[in-house]
Structure formats: structure tokens, C-alpha cells
């Protein structure tokens, strides 16, 4: 049971555009929607977070925006770099009982240059 | 930055062989997770652990794993026997009291 939908399965994009990945969740009692990035060969590594209390949340070049009544949620990459290209995954937890999170399939992003 | 550490990075074995992995989570950290990572794919909960005790082992294909964290600290994961479709990355993760999940490097297991 698929709980976490995420698209694109890969994205290619040039230096300085705007990568925008998406992710849809079916669980309504998920309370916290973070977005990892992964390298090859190593585990993945917190990108940013938002909570369902709040619509966006920006840090630096990276852009959460969530949509709660469409049970939706999206990252944006602006000014994409070469050192974005990695895969990047949707993710969502209950944190109530600090549930696990559920992963999204995973977008693989490369950036050129 | 406190890691959480794993070992070992790299495993290959034969099927029906037993291998173990091992995870040390952050100092404090009161929750730690296995997930398994199938090449392409996102992570899955194998089993959750809230200090030494199993919160939710549900997806854990228990013929054949098993988990133990007997002091509440380290953990370690075992496969016996091995069979060809457990080669995956077996990520371990730990979490402490705000929202944050870090996550190991991983041990990547080839079974052959």
C-alpha cells in the first residue's frame, strides 16, 4: 500500500532553472512532511521539513509548499546547480508516537551544467 | 555533527548464509529505525524500536530477520538464512525529541 505518490520518477534540468518535484498522501493523520536527499552510496540526508500548520517554508534555495486540502506537497529547487543532482524523496510521518516515516518512490534529479 | 554510525558499509554473501548488521544511533537518541532500500527505490520500515522495546516490527519478514537493541543504545539486525532478494542498502535511523530522523550511511548487502 503505496501511501506517499511522488513524480516525477526523473527530472533533468539546466543550471539556474527551477526543479519542482511533487508528492501526494492518502494518510490524513500524517502531521510532518520532510524531503531528502540522497547520494549514491549514502544515506539519506534531511533537506527540509514543513508541519500541515503552515501552506510554504523556504530555506535558501529550497521551497516546501503544501497543500493540505489536496493532500498534496511539492519541492522546488530554484537556481538549480550541478551539485543538486542527486535523488531526492517525498516523505511523511505521524509523529504522535514518533511513527515512521513513509518514503515517496524517489525523483532523481540531474542537473546540467 | 553526531552521525549515527553503521557497520558494515559493504557485505557480500552467500545465500543461505547468515549476516548481521549493526547500528550505533545518535547519543540520546531514544527511537531507532532499520528500513531497507531496494536499488530505485524509497526506503521501507523494517522495525522500529522505542528505547529497547519493539514498537512496530509489522513489515519485518520475522521466518528470516530478527532485531534486537538490548540495552536501548546500539542494534543490530540479522538475516539467517540469506536469500538473493534481500540484496538491498539496510539503513538504520534514529530519532530524538524534535521531528528530526538522521540517517546512517548504510550497509549495502550483496547476496550472491
Known amino acids: 500500500q503505496q501511501q506517499v505518490k511522488q513524480s516525477p520518477q526523473s527530472l533533468i534540468v539546466q543550471k539556474g532553472g527551477i526543479s519542482i518535484i511533487n508528492c501526494a498522501y492518502e494518510?490524513?493523520?500524517?502531521?510532518?512532511f520532510p524531503w531528502y536527499q540522497q547520494f549514491p552510496g549514502k544515506g539519506p540526508a534531511l533537506l527540509i521539513a514543513?508541519?500541515?500548520?503552515?501552506s510554504e517554508k523556504k530555506e535558501g534555495r529550497f521551497t516546501i509548499s503544501f497543500n493540505k486540502s489536496a493532500k498534496q506537497f511539492s519541492l522546488h529547487i530554484m537556481d538549480s546547480q550541478p551539485g543538486d543532482s542527486a535523488t531526492y524523496f517525498c516523505?511523511?510521518?505521524?509523529?504522535?508516537?514518533?511513527?515512521?516515516?513513509?518514503f515517496g518512490s524517489g525523483t532523481r534529479l540531474q542537473v546540467q551544467p | 555533527e553526531a552521525e549515527v554510525a553503521q557497520s558494515p558499509r559493504y557485505k557480500i554473501t552467500e545465500k543461505s548464509q547468515a549476516v548481521a548488521f549493526w547500528c550505533d544511533p545518535i547519543?540520546?537518541?531514544?527511537?531507532l529505525y532499520w528500513y531497507r532500500q531496494i536499488l530505485g527505490q524509497g526506503p521501507e520500515l523494517l522495525v522500529q524500536?522505542?528505547?529497547?522495546?519493539?514498537?512496530?516490527d509489522s513489515q519485518l519478514p520475522k521466518d528470516r530477520f530478527s532485531a534486537e537493541r538490548l540495552k536501548g543504545v546500539d542494534s543490530t539486525l540479522k538475516i539467517q538464512p540469506a536469500e538473493l532478494g534481500d540484496s538491498a542498502m539496510y539503513l538504520c535511523a534514529s530519532s530524538g525529541t524534535n521531528y528530526g530522523y538522521t540517517f546512517g550511511s548504510g550497509t549495502r548487502l550483496t547476496v550472491v
Open positions: 514543513i508541519r500541515p500548520d503552515v
Open positions: 516523505a511523511a510521518s505521524i509523529n504522535t508516537g514518533r511513527r515512521a516515516l513513509t
Open positions: 547519543s540520546g537518541h531514544a527511537t
Open positions: 494518510n490524513t493523520a500524517f502531521d510532518y
Open positions: 524500536f522505542q528505547d529497547e522495546s519493539v514498537v512496530d
